[in-house]
Nanobody, 121 residues
């Protein structure tokens, strides 16, 4: 019931900022917890951030205090504001939707196609 499309990825220098957007289809967007995950070359996909339907947030330790997840239910979009970017943040970033709040990627039912974020030193 949910289709997700990420945008906003690109190339940025270390220390810079980037904002990712994830546009969701459907009228039930507000019923889902929304998460961001990422996968770097040669590594497994990992949890980045999650926001509940009511705004509860959680982050991976590696991005805490640098990244901010937010959502705007009126336009069915979730965002990931990324500040103080590091080369190790380079990865394909995926937006995902879950029926309940969880940092576990197995809990997510719907996934976007991903957007590339590259951070140069």
């Amino acid at each position: 019931q949910v289709q997700l499309v990420e945008s906003g990825g690109g190339l940025v220098q270390a220390g810079g900022s980037l904002r990712l957007s994830c546009a969701a289809s459907g009228r039930t967007f507000s019923s889902y917890a929304m998460g961001w995950f990422r996968q770097a070359p040669g590594k497994e996909r990992e949890f980045v951030a999650v926001i509940s339907r009511r705004g509860r947030r959680d982050y991976a330790d590696s991005v805490k205090d640098r990244f901010t997840i937010s959502r705007d239910n009126s336009v069915t979009t979730v965002y990931l504001q990324m500040n103080s970017l590091k080369p190790e943040d380079t990865a394909v970033y995926y937006c995902a939707a879950a029926s309940y709040y969880s940092p576990r990627q197995s809990s997510y039912e719907y996934w976007g196609q991903g957007t590339q974020v590259s951070v140069s030193s």
